[in-house]
């Protein structure tokens, strides 16, 4: 098995920065990329950032030129640096990993974590 450990998120005044963290853990021979979605209420799911193990990134639109996503490759941890945070970025973000996993093969499984709520709110 293979398990997500979310960290960062809280409450931040319009305008501030938070930062996010996942470890992944396990039975991973291999991590292919990790990423943050969110979910706003009454919203479907959404990426936000993503990174593959080469280092590329992608972000979403509403991301791109306030959140900084980046990856230890080592710790199989991915971080993402939010800043000019305003109310529409309030939802819970949740961490993806798509990895090979040690299984009576390997194979390739796409894990979430458990969400971190950000709420950005004065």
């Known amino acids: 098995q293979v398990q997500l450990v979310e960290s960062g998120g809280g409450l931040v005044q319009p305008g501030g920065s938070l930062n996010l963290s996942c470890a992944a853990s396990?039975?991973?021979?291999?991590?292919?990329?990790m990423g943050w979605y969110r979910q706003a209420p009454g919203q479907e799911r959404e990426l936000v950032a993503a990174i593959n193990s080469d280092g590329t990134t992608n972000y979403a639109d509403s991301a791109k030129g306030r959140f900084t996503i980046s990856g230890d490759n080592a710790k199989n941890t991915v971080y993402l640096q939010m800043s000019s945070l305003n109310p529409e970025d309030t939802a819970v973000y949740y961490c993806n990993a798509d990895v090979m996993a040690w299984f009576s093969t390997i194979t390739r499984v796409t894990y979430w974590g458990k969400g971190t709520l950000v709420t950005v709110s004065s």
């Open positions: 396990g039975s991973i021979w291999k991590v292919n990329a």
